[in-house]
């Protein structure tokens, strides 16, 4: 149910032959609300995207990874229906949505753990649903992960948990991977943490710990899967001004999936708001925040009169 507004007339601003139609992505897979659902659409709403332009405002460089017309679905739950994203390289980017709206099922399809009924991922080029085992094993050394609680083994001390991609994807002497780790602890602030086990750190800490981990094949995307969950507002901030601090130092692509706006405004370069399987707009974060867009405004800013309602 929407709230607010009432009116089926596109927001101000969308291109008028951009496509609403929510049967328009992989038709071959049936129709909304006969073969398939998509959270947060109501059966009697016959004009789902009216809210959504899909616009993507201009950033002035590449894109690191491209989504293309992507659609997933799980049983007869639809939950990407003709996603279209470009995120840039060298920039901090964040994609933001309601709960449910599949921004973690969007990095596992990024990084090849979940394979789209329908549509294209490339990172840097290359096509991710089209690689084999070998080429997705290779690709996946380009990237880092922070899960939401770190996700550190709960039977190995921090050093040894640090160490772990380094053990099974590189030759590197045991030297050589006790310099990288001590060098990627120390940048988060554990550097006196080396033996501690997963059980003594705090949250704070252990997000730290997997962020660390996440560096040490010195990838070219990092992706972030609501790093801010489960802390305070201090260590929220804490850990915004080391994301930023070691992008600025090591650059590449991070994406970020999170529902906090103060995260929003103290890390994101570029914002995507994903609603319903598709993305409404996205863009550079000073213009997404100031958007004219029903539905980014009333996000963006936490209103209570909007398009989104409470169910």
């Known amino acids: 149910m929407e709230s607010g507004h009432t009116q089926h007339e596109p927001p101000a601003g969308e291109d008028p032959d951009h496509d609403r139609d929510p049967n328009s992505a992989a038709p071959e897979l049936g129709r909304l609300n006969q073969e398939y659902t998509i959270p947060g659409v109501e059966p009697d709403d016959t004009d789902p995207y009216r809210w959504h332009t899909g616009e993507k405002r201009d950033h002035g460089g590449e894109d690191a990874i491209e989504v293309i017309d992507l659609v997933k679905q799980f049983g007869n739950t639809r939950i990407q229906n003709g996603l279209n994203l470009g995120l840039p390289d060298n920039e ?22 979940l394979y789209p009924d329908s549509g294209d991922i490339l990172v840097h080029g290359e096509s991710v649903p089209n690689m084999s085992d070998d080429e997705l094993f290779e690709m996946r050394k380009k990237f880092g992960l922070l899960f939401q609680d770190g996700a550190l083994f709960g039977s190995m001390n921090i050093f040894d948990n640090t160490a772990f991609p380094l053990r099974q994807h590189t030759d590197k002497s045991e030297d050589e991977i006790s310099e990288i780790v001590n060098l990627r602890l120390a940048e988060v602030g554990l550097g006196a943490a080396h033996y501690k086990m997963p059980n003594e750190l705090s949250g704070g800490m252990r997000k730290r710990a997997g962020f660390a981990r996440a560096l040490v094949l010195d990838p070219a995307i990092v992706f972030f899967d609501e790093p801010d969950s489960g802390l305070d507002p201090v260590r929220t901030a804490l850990l915004c001004e080391l994301i930023r601090e070691i992008h600025a130092e090591n650059g590449g692509c991070y994406m970020v999936i999170s529902h906090d706006l103060g995260t929003a405004r103290r890390i994101a370069d570029f914002i995507a708001v994903l609603w319903k399987g598709r993305i409404v707009e996205s863009g550079p974060s000073e213009e997404l925040f100031n958007s004219p867009n029903d539905f980014v405004r009333q996000f963006l800013n936490a209103e209570v009169v909007g398009p989104l309602a409470m169910d």
């Open 92 to 113: 901090v980017s964040m994609v933001l949505g309601p709960s449910g709206t599949g921004k973690s099922v969007l990095i596992k399809l990024i990084v090849g753990l």
